[in-house]
């Protein structure tokens, strides 16, 4: 059973950068036809979708976000940054599996909190 | 703001049958499939429904979905007690572009 795993600092400070890790076991992303997502979850409010990237690179951005947002793919794993980071950014972000740029995710991460203070 | 707009709230008895909607537009669910989840706080939101109404492997078949026009709907038939967790509609949107989640609606059974 595939399973993703996010990584990364729990704590940022206002206006750098939030960098975290999916790491993809049972699989290689690169041996996929998969597509690999992030989204987050603010406190009290809903999902929102950041982004996803392609096996080879090929990358799709929320527009809100596309500013300040980069996803890159490794073999085993994919990296999200998150530029000039607020407040408004804290929540927990969940790295996910998704079979086309439109598609569903169909699994997903346990999620990892972030949280931006000073 | 999301512009997949559900009912803040459900709720229902065991056995009850519960429904929720998920409200868009012409350049999101009338023009692209519609995805279910369930999330339960500090877990791994879970795939229920995808492509208006395709179960995964291992959903059961109490949970259906549908879609009419701009509007989708989810009916959880046979509540149970581990049905109660937040539920969200998604979709592609054209205009954006990109993919969004609806408000999401709470499950409670009483």
């Known amino acids: 059973q595939l399973q993703l795993q996010e990584s990364g600092p729990g704590l940022v400070k206002p206006s750098e950068t939030l960098s975290l890790t999916c790491t993809v076991s049972?699989?290689?992303?690169?041996?996929?036809?998969?597509?690999w997502g992030w989204i987050r979850q603010p406190p009290g409010k809903g999902l929102e979708w950041i982004g996803t990237i392609s096996y080879i690179g090929i990358t799709y951005y929320n527009p809100s976000l596309e500013s300040r947002v980069t996803i890159s793919v490794d073999t085993s794993k994919n990296q999200l940054k998150l530029s000039s980071v607020t407040a408004a950014d804290t929540g927990i972000y969940y790295c996910?599996?998704?079979?086309?740029?439109?598609?569903?995710?169909?699994?997903w991460g346990q999620g990892t909190l972030v949280t931006v203070s000073s | 703001q999301s512009v997949l707009t559900q009912p803040p709230s459900a709720s229902g008895t065991p056995g009850q049958r519960v429904t929720i909607s998920c409200s868009g537009s012409?350049?999101?669910?009338?023009?692209?499939?519609v995805y279910w989840y369930q999330h339960l706080p500090g877990t791994a939101p879970k795939l229920l429904i995808y492509r208006n109404n395709q179960r995964p492997s291992g959903v059961p078949d109490r949970l259906t979905g549908s879609k009419s026009g701009t509007s989708a709907s989810l009916a959880i038939s046979g509540l149970r007690s581990e049905d109660e967790a937040d539920y969200y509609c998604?979709?592609?949107?054209?205009?954006?572009?990109?993919?969004?989640f609806g408000t999401g609606t709470k499950v409670t059974v009483l």
């Open positions: 996910a599996r998704q079979d086309a740029p439109r598609g569903a995710f169909d699994i």
């Open positions: 049972s699989d290689s992303v690169y041996s996929s036809s998969h597509y």
């Open positions: 012409t350049s999101n669910i009338g023009s692209n499939y």
């Open positions: 998604a979709a592609f949107d054209d205009s954006l572009p990109g993919y969004v």
